[in-house]
Nanobody, 129 residues
Framework: QLQLAESGGGLVQPGGSLRLSCAASPSGYTLNIYPVGWFRQTPGKESEGVACISVGDDQIYYTDSVKGRFTASRDNAGNFVYLQMNNLQPEDSAVYYC????????????????????WGNGTPVTVSS
């Protein structure tokens, strides 16, 4: 069964950058056939869709607050999906999760997480001076 694991979170100053990784396991699974979303959650708030990358990468969706600062991408082998986060601000602080939808589906429900069926455990991001 496909499992996801996020990494790359941490503490960064405002204006700084982080790159989050979402790794697929066990070996033999590829993320290339799944739409993969990034979501974030802070205590007491609803989960927020941050980005979603479709199968084939022809469509990548972002929530308005991260457009121009965050970039979602995949590696060619299909083992990882990344979220490059630049110009981070305190309001970006959250636990970030990656999730995948059904194979060969798409991101049309983004920013909703309804179509995402498999989740990692999250990686925390703290933006503070």
């Amino acid at each position: 069964q496909l499992q996801l694991a996020e990494s790359g979170g941490g503490l960064v100053q405002p204006g700084g950058s982080l790159r989050l990784s979402c790794a697929a396991s066990p070996s033999g699974y590829t993320l290339n056939i799944y739409p993969v979303g990034w979501f974030r959650q802070t205590p007491g708030k609803e989960s927020e869709g941050v980005a979603c990358i479709s199968v084939g990468d022809d469509q990548i969706y972002y929530t308005d607050s991260v457009k121009g600062r965050f970039t979602a991408s995949r590696d060619n082998a299909g083992n990882f999906v990344y979220l490059q986060m630049n110009n981070l601000q305190p309001e970006d602080s959250a636990v970030y999760y990656c999730a995948n939808g059904r194979a060969y589906s798409d991101c049309t429900e983004f920013p909703s997480a309804r179509a995402m069926s498999n989740w990692g455990n999250g990686t925390p991001v703290t933006v503070s001076s």
